[in-house]
């Protein structure tokens, strides 16, 4: 396993967020964490950085109890996505992007530097916003310079926290497989998504959570059946499946939600 999460609880004062979880990912796989609000995936991926120390559990990348890791070490690994970016300096997309190479950065940038910034920018088409200043970006522009951060670290382990948030339908499926393509190169991700069809479209498994626990883990197509559905997000659900799609269509909340 790449990364193995074993037995993980996590509070914050005396709310637990976290309770026993344990899930894992092999290189060359997307895994999908899914559940509500609420449920415990951002934190999650926060404690597999490194960034939230469990009070319970622990975490393995490649074999290291990630304790035991040293943090620039650490941070070469993981290009991390997080749901918002909060902006206190004018800085164009360009730098942005660049602060994604912080951990292998010397005193000036290399031309190494430069191009995995160029490869980053031109996998998510975003070369023509290179000298714009971020906040001049919509929502979906910004999205993708975040993951264009992330994958300029040229990590081997993506944590990624709703990457198509603000995204229209068609950014949506870009973003998708621009990670589908990074991850087939040799690379692991662990996607946190709200849309059940994409994780059906792209996911190798999903790790379904609410409050705090893991509910279910497997192959999408196995684990995202209607009962589970209704379980887990309190909303009747038809799954159809035709040509070879499977997809989710909600029908409305459960009278009990």
């Known amino acids: 396993?790449?990364?193995?999460?074993?037995?993980?609880?996590?509070?914050?004062?005396?709310?637990?967020?976290?309770?026993?979880?344990?899930?894992?990912?092999?290189?060359?796989?997307?895994?999908?964490?899914?559940?509500?609000?609420?449920?415990?995936?951002?934190?999650?991926?926060?404690?597999?950085?490194?960034?939230?120390?469990?009070?319970?559990?622990?975490?393995?990348i490649n074999g290291d109890d990630i304790s035991n890791i040293d943090s620039i070490e650490l941070a070469k690994l993981i290009g991390y996505v997080p749901q918002v970016i909060e902006q206190t300096f004018p800085l164009t997309v360009f730098e942005v992007i660049l602060t994604g190479r912080l951990p292998h950065l010397s005193w000036t940038p290399r031309q190494s530097d430069l191009e995995a910034v160029r490869t980053a920018m031109r996998l998510l088409g975003i070369e023509n916003l290179a000298w714009k200043n971020l906040s001049e970006l919509s929502g979906g522009q910004r999205q993708k310079v975040l993951l264009a951060m992330a994958l300029a670290k040229e990590p081997s382990i993506l944590l990624l926290d709703e990457p198509t948030s603000n995204l229209d339908l068609n950014s949506q499926l870009e973003v998708m497989d621009v990670i589908r393509d990074v991850v087939e190169d040799g690379k692991t991700a662990i996607v946190?998504?709200?849309?059940?069809?994409?994780?059906?479209?792209?996911?190798?498994?999903?790790?379904?959570?609410?409050?705090?626990?893991?509910?279910?883990?497997?192959?999408?197509?196995?684990?995202?059946?209607?009962?589970?559905?209704?379980?887990?997000?309190?909303?009747?659900?038809?799954?159809?499946?035709?040509?070879?799609?499977?997809?989710?269509?909600?029908?409305g909340r459960c009278e009990n939600a």
């Open 192 to 251: 946190a998504l709200h849309d059940l069809n994409l994780a059906l479209r792209y996911a190798d498994r999903v790790v379904v959570m609410k409050d705090g626990r893991v509910i279910a883990d497997g192959k999408p197509a196995e684990v995202l059946e209607e009962d589970v559905i209704e379980r887990v997000y309190g909303v009747r659900a038809i799954v159809k499946n035709e040509n070879g799609l499977r997809y989710v269509i909600p029908l």
């Open 1 to 60: 396993m790449v990364v193995s999460v074993e037995n993980v609880s996590f509070s914050y004062g005396r709310l637990q967020v976290l309770k026993d979880v344990t899930m894992n990912a092999k290189e060359g796989e997307i895994v999908c964490l899914l559940g509500p609000n609420g449920a415990g995936k951002s934190t999650l991926l926060k404690c597999i950085l490194g960034a939230l120390k469990p009070q319970k559990g622990r975490i393995i």
